[in-house]
C-alpha cells in the first residue's frame, strides 16, 4: 500500500495566507514563506499553494513567493492558480516549485495538461478540480475559484484528466471547503475509485477521525489537504499522523 500523505495547503490572496469557508469571507492566516517553512519542520509531506485570486484577476503567479518558499523547505511544492499556458508551467518549476497544479486552463484547453505531461512528466503536473453536487445529485465541476459551473461531470473530468496524462488530482469540495464537518466522502470515493492516479481530497477537516476516514480503504484518498485546522494550530500534524499509525493507516513518521 502507497503511503498516505499529509499535505497543508497554503492559500494565498495578495500575497498572504488565508482561509475562508465555501470559498469566500477570507480570513488572514500570515506570511506564507514563514509558514511553508514551519510546515517543513513539522513533518508535513508536501504543501501546496494556491494563488486563488490570480485566474479571476487575469495574471500569473506568484513566481517571487514561491522562489523564497522552496528555498526554505525540502519537501514537495506544488502550486496552482493563474497557470494558463506551457510557460507558466515552466516558471513555476524554473523557480523551485516541484509539481504544477492546473484547473481552471485545463478545462478551458484540456490539451494543456499533455502537452505538460509531455515536456515535464506526468508527475509534476497536478490536475486540481473544485466539484459542488447539483440539484440532481451530480458532481459538477468549477472554474475561475469555484464561481462558474462549467457543467461537466467531475468524475468523468476526472477520468479524462488521467488519459491526458495528469500524474495527480487535487480534489476539492466547494461545499465543504472550510465547514469543518468532513471531507466530502461520497466525492472522493467515486473519484478514486474512477481513477488509478493518486486522489489528494481537499475539503471539510475537522478532527483527526476525518483523515482516517478518507484516507481508509473505504474511500481510497491517497492524501489529505487541510489549511485552517493547521494554520491556527487545532491537529498537530506529527499528532495527527500518530493517529492515523495507530488507525493502520500507513503514513511517514
Known amino acids: 500500500m502507497r503511503m498516505k500523505r499529509i499535505i497543508p495547503c497554503l492559500d494565498i ?24 517553512k514551519r510546515y517543513n519542520e513539522l513533518n508535513a509531506d508536501e504543501i501546496v499553494f494556491l494563488d486563488i485570486s490570480a485566474t479571476t484577476e487575469g495574471r ?19 502550486v496552482g492558480g493563474g497557470i494558463r499556458n506551457l510557460d507558466d508551467i515552466g516558471a513555476v518549476l524554473a523557480v523551485g516549485a516541484d509539481k504544477a497544479g492546473i484547473n481552471s486552463a485545463a478545462v478551458k484547453n484540456p490539451q494543456l495538461i499533455k ?24 458532481y459538477r465541476v ?5 464561481t462558474l459551473n462549467t457543467g461537466l461531470d467531475a468524475v468523468e473530468w476526472a477520468k479524462e484528466c488521467q488519459k491526458l496524462g495528469a500524474g495527480e488530482i487535487l480534489l476539492t469540495s466547494i461545499d465543504k471547503d ?16 474512477a481513477v488509478d ?26 492524501a489529505a489537504l487541510a489549511a485552517s485546522l493547521f494554520h491556527f494550530n487545532e491537529v498537530g500534524i506529527q499528532e495527527l499522523k500518530e493517529y492515523l499509525n495507530s488507525r493502520n493507516i500507513p503514513v511517514r513518521l
Request: no cysteine.
Open 13 to 36: 490572496y495578495k500575497g498572504r495566507v488565508v482561509k475562508g469557508v465555501n470559498f469566500v469571507n477570507l480570513a488572514d492566516a500570515g506570511d506564507p514563506v514563514e509558514i511553508a
Open 60 to 78: 500569473g503567479t506568484m513566481l517571487e513567493v514561491i522562489k523564497r518558499a522552496a528555498a526554505q523547505v525540502t519537501i514537495p511544492l506544488t
Open 197 to 222: 492516479i493518486p486522489v489528494i481530497a481537499s475539503g471539510g477537516a475537522g478532527k483527526k477521525e476525518h483523515f482516517a476516514e478518507v484516507l481508509g480503504d473505504k474511500v481510497g484518498a491517497d
Open 178 to 193: 472550510g465547514t469543518k464537518d468532513g471531507y466530502d466522502l461520497e466525492l472522493t470515493s467515486l473519484i478514486s475509485k
Open 142 to 146: 468549477y472554474i475561475n475559484g469555484g
Open 115 to 138: 502537452e505538460g505531461a509531455e515536456k515535464y512528466g506526468s508527475r509534476r503536473i497536478v490536475a486540481a478540480i473544485d466539484a459542488k453536487k447539483d440539484e440532481g445529485g451530480t
